[in-house]
């Protein structure tokens, strides 16, 4: 993937032409694995050609809490030539086992979305481990429920228990604080994410893009992740860490009791 170097100067351009078709990158891993019967899982080979392009093409690799801070700051895009953030979802165990070393030895930020009851069971992180790796200052921890149940199904009382629970008990287990949330499968409304905001959550993150008017003024509850797959070719991959990504990713419409996929 050294090819990189060749191309990421013209996308540096055209942020300069189309900034508004710009938006700091924010990637999701799953499993670190061969195994095909793990959704979402890429090969460790694939993970670590995709960590030796970030490092030798010079990106900077920033925490999660970054990508909210330049929101807020209405920080522009295109100052950042190589800016992107790595996040990993559901919490499996060959993070540790596989990627954790990686990230280490290039001393990369990482997120890690976890579902509360997944914690301990076999093939997920423990809790002993998170906080082993929490004592390293580049991990940071976020919600991703605590079922991974499709939030648009849930009545409200399901939905306080999913988001509202699983901040208090990660909270309680870790000592840490829970700022950041993630969709499961992207799913959400406006109600969903009021009752994110009253859980005091700084800010959550979908695959889904909005098509609204309040989507380009980059509300801090529905901030843009896209997935990593091991299905990529060099070009699509090169498309997702440029920026310009989102551009191909899902849209959806927002009406008030939930999202239409288009």
Same mark, same amino acid.
């Given at each position: 993937? /050294?090819?990189?170097?060749? #191309?990421?100067?013209? @996308?540096?351009?055209? /942020?300069?032409?189309?900034?508004?078709?710009?938006?700091?990158?924010?990637?999701? =891993?799953?499993?670190?694995?061969?195994?095909?019967?793990?959704?979402?899982?890429?090969?460790?080979?694939?993970? /670590?050609?995709?960590?030796?392009?970030?490092?030798?093409?010079? #990106?900077?690799?920033?925490?999660?809490?970054?990508?909210?801070?330049?929101?807020?700051? /209405?920080?522009?895009?295109?100052?950042?030539?190589?800016?992107?953030?790595?996040?990993?979802?559901?919490?499996?165990?060959?993070?540790?086992?596989?990627?954790?070393?990686?990230?280490?030895?290039?001393?990369?930020?990482?997120?890690? @979305?976890?579902?509360?009851?997944?914690?301990?069971?076999?093939?997920? %992180?423990? %809790?002993?481990?998170?906080?082993?790796?929490?004592?390293?200052?580049?991990?940071?921890?976020?919600?991703?429920?605590?079922?991974?149940? #499709? %939030?648009?199904? %849930?009545?409200?009382?399901?939905?306080?228990?999913?988001?509202?629970?699983? $901040?208090?008990?990660?909270?309680?287990? +870790?000592?840490?604080?829970?700022?950041?949330?993630?969709?499961?499968?992207?799913?959400?409304?406006?109600?969903?994410?009021?009752?994110?905001?009253?859980?005091?959550?700084?800010?959550? @993150?979908?695959?889904?893009?909005?098509?609204?008017?309040?989507?380009?003024? $980059?509300?801090? =509850?529905? +901030?843009?992740?896209?997935?990593?797959?091991?299905?990529?070719?060099?070009?699509?991959?090169?498309?997702?860490?440029?920026?310009?990504?989102?551009?191909?990713?899902?849209?959806?419409?927002? $009406?008030?009791?939930?999202?239409?996929?288009?």
């Amino acid at each position: 993937m /050294k090819r990189g170097n060749i #191309y990421l100067p013209i @996308f540096s351009a055209l /942020k300069t032409i189309f900034p508004c078709s710009y938006d700091t990158p924010v990637l999701i =891993y799953h499993a670190i694995s061969n195994n095909k019967d793990i959704p979402g899982g890429i090969p460790f080979k694939i993970f /670590k050609r995709h960590m030796d392009f970030f490092k030798q093409n010079q #990106y900077e690799v920033v925490p999660l809490k970054r990508i909210g801070e330049m929101q807020i700051e /209405k920080d522009e895009p295109e100052r950042h030539c190589h800016l992107l953030c790595l996040t990993f979802d559901d919490g499996y165990e060959d993070f540790l086992n596989s990627a954790w070393s990686v990230l280490k030895d290039y001393n990369f930020p990482v997120a890690l @979305f976890l579902i509360v009851k997944q914690i301990g069971q076999k093939g997920y %992180l423990s %809790l002993a481990q998170i906080k082993e790796m929490l004592s390293s200052g580049l991990i940071t921890i976020g919600s991703h429920t605590m079922e991974h149940r #499709y %939030l648009l199904e %849930l009545n409200s009382e399901q939905l306080n228990y999913e988001i509202k629970e699983s $901040k208090k008990i990660l909270e309680e287990s +870790l000592g840490c604080s829970i700022d950041f949330f993630s969709y499961p499968w992207g799913g959400f409304s406006p109600r969903i994410e009021e009752i994110v905001k009253e859980a005091g959550y700084k800010a959550a @993150f979908t695959t889904n893009q909005l098509l609204s008017r309040r989507r380009r003024e $980059k509300d801090n =509850y529905c +901030l843009k992740r896209m997935t990593m797959s091991s299905e990529d070719s060099f070009w699509r991959f090169l498309v997702k860490v440029s920026g310009f990504g989102y551009c191909f990713s899902r849209k959806i419409k927002i $009406k008030d009791q939930g999202i239409n996929i288009t």
